[in-house]
């Protein structure tokens, strides 16, 4: 099993990169984020107390998450239930953020995120751990990040697409609330692995990015093949 691992604030390029970068080696593609955005809708949609980490433990030890290729997109299934468009809305990614600070909770999807991996040949992974704590093995480990000011700018166009208008300061103050969050709770928060490549994106097109770390993949497994 060979694992690209990629992590990075809210509004990095994450996802982009790593669905293009699995598309680019024939790898499948693993979206930590939707699976704590699955438990959160999930949570939500049972009336949990988002305090209530025993009960969240039990709901994320219990819950069938599944990713499948429908038309070239992969659709995110919560309880053979399609939930891919419900979870990106913007309410659930903050109480994605807030459940995730429970080492429960982590404990259980870590658990099925190497899962996953076991299934596969190839996997890039990406979300906020992955790099540090749910593949330390990896070949390659890639930081990808830019300022939150950017960041805000591309959360806002892709909200935009799915129909929700926010204002630039709101959704800034959302991102710089969520980067706070992620990178100071006790369990596995978010920060550069030692060994990870660090990639500021911010003048630099999906194109760019996509070469730059499939050349870096291509010297890694020259190097260790
Ligand atoms: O990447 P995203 O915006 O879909 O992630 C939603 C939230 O889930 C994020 O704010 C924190 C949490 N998360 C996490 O704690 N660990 C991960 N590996 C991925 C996401």
């Known amino acids: 099993m060979i694992v ?17 970068l699995a598309n680019a080696l024939g790898f499948v593609y693993l979206d930590t984020g939707a699976m704590y955005r699955a438990l959160a809708l999930l949570a939500q949609q ?62 259980a999807l870590v658990a099925k995120q190497r899962e996953i991996a076991q299934q596969v040949h190839g996997l890039v992974a990406e979300g906020r751990d992955t790099t540090t704590v749910v593949f330390p093995e990896a070949v390659l480990k890639i930081f990808l990040t830019a300022s939150p000011e950017e960041r805000a700018r591309r959360r806002q166009a892709q909200l935009r697409e ?10 800034l103050r959302e991102i710089r609330e969520r980067d706070e969050r992620d990178s100071t709770r006790p369990d596995s928060p978010l920060r550069q692995a030692e060994d990870a490549v660090r990639i500021e994106n911010e003048h630099l097109t999906k194109e760019q990015t996509l070469q730059r770390v499939l050349e870096l993949y291509y010297e890694r497994v020259a190097h260790s093949g």
């Open 4 to 20: 690209i691992a990629i992590d990075g604030p809210a509004g990095s390029g994450k996802s982009t990169l790593a669905r293009q």
């Open 162 to 171: 799915q129909g929700i208008e926010l204002t630039l300061e709101e959704v």
């Open 46 to 107: 049972k009336g949990i107390d988002p305090a209530d980490e025993r009960a969240l433990t039990r709901l994320a030890e219990a819950m069938q998450i599944q990713f499948r290729r429908v038309d070239s997109e992969q659709r995110v299934l919560l309880n053979g239930e399609d939930v891919s468009d419900t979870i990106r809305h913007p309410d659930i990614g903050r109480l994605a953020s807030r459940i995730s600070v429970y080492s429960g909770v982590r404990r």
